[in-house]
Structure formats: C-alpha cells, structure tokens
C-alpha cells in the first residue's frame, strides 16, 4: 500500500511539472502574439490579443493551481497527510485532460479505500534524528 501512495505521490510531482511546462508554453504563445501585435501594420493580432486576454489568465491560473497544487498534494501523500486536500487537489486535476485525468482517477480511487483511510488514520511513522 504504501508502495502505492509513493507512485501517486511522484504522479503529482509529474502532473506539476507538466503543468510548469504548459506555464512556460502559455508564455510563449503569448510572448509571440504580442510581439506582433506591436507592429502597427497588424491590427488583426492587436484585436485576436485583447480577444484572447482572458484565455491566457485563465489558461496561466489553472496551470499555476495545478503546480501548486500538484506539488502541495505529492509532498502530503508522500508523508500521508492532509488526505482530504490531496482528494481536492484530484478533483480540480480531473479538469487537466487526458494526463490529469488518469491521475485524478487514480488518486481519488486509492484515497477513497478503507485500507488507505486507516493508512492515514494511523500514526505515522517517527522520523529519524538528524533528518
């Protein structure tokens, strides 16, 4: 089982930095848009920016939830805590087809079964001195 919440865990890490990398295409795309639209002999690119405004901040809030989110979420599973965050967090990734999907699933699946709600129930492991 444990085996189990580590590959969701390291699915989150994933699902985060697929989402850096959509954050970083986001900015390209935009970058390039406003480039040419800076050009005044281009009004068609200055009317597609100012129309496509608000689905490059919606585009750029979701990837950027999803980062942090991913992150937040591996780091509890890993140390099997906040179980009810993570499953918010697989919720909200569900949104990210068709990677954040699958994970989503998986996670909202494996934290919804008795064996792994007792897993967080119990007390965790003590944590060597010195670490």
């Not at 999907?101 to 008795?114: H, P």
Request: proline residues 6%; glycine residues 6%.
């Amino acid at each position: 089982m444990r085996t189990l919440l580590r590959f969701l865990a390291v699915a989150q890490f994933s699902l985060a930095i697929l989402a850096a990398g959509a954050l970083l295409y986001i900015g390209m795309i935009y970058h390039d848009a406003a480039t040419r639209a800076a050009n005044p002999n281009r009004a068609a690119e200055l009317d597609m920016l100012a129309t496509h405004r608000a689905t490059y901040v919606a585009l750029v809030t979701v990837a950027t939830l999803a980062l942090v989110g991913g992150l937040a979420s591996g780091i509890c599973i890993w140390r099997r805590k906040c179980r009810r965050f993570s499953q918010a967090v697989a919720v909200l990734s569900l949104l990210l087809f068709p990677v954040g999907t699958v994970i989503g699933l998986a996670t909202l699946i494996t934290l919804g079964q008795k064996p792994f709600r007792d897993l967080y129930a119990a007390e965790p492991p003590p944590t060597p001195p010195g670490s």
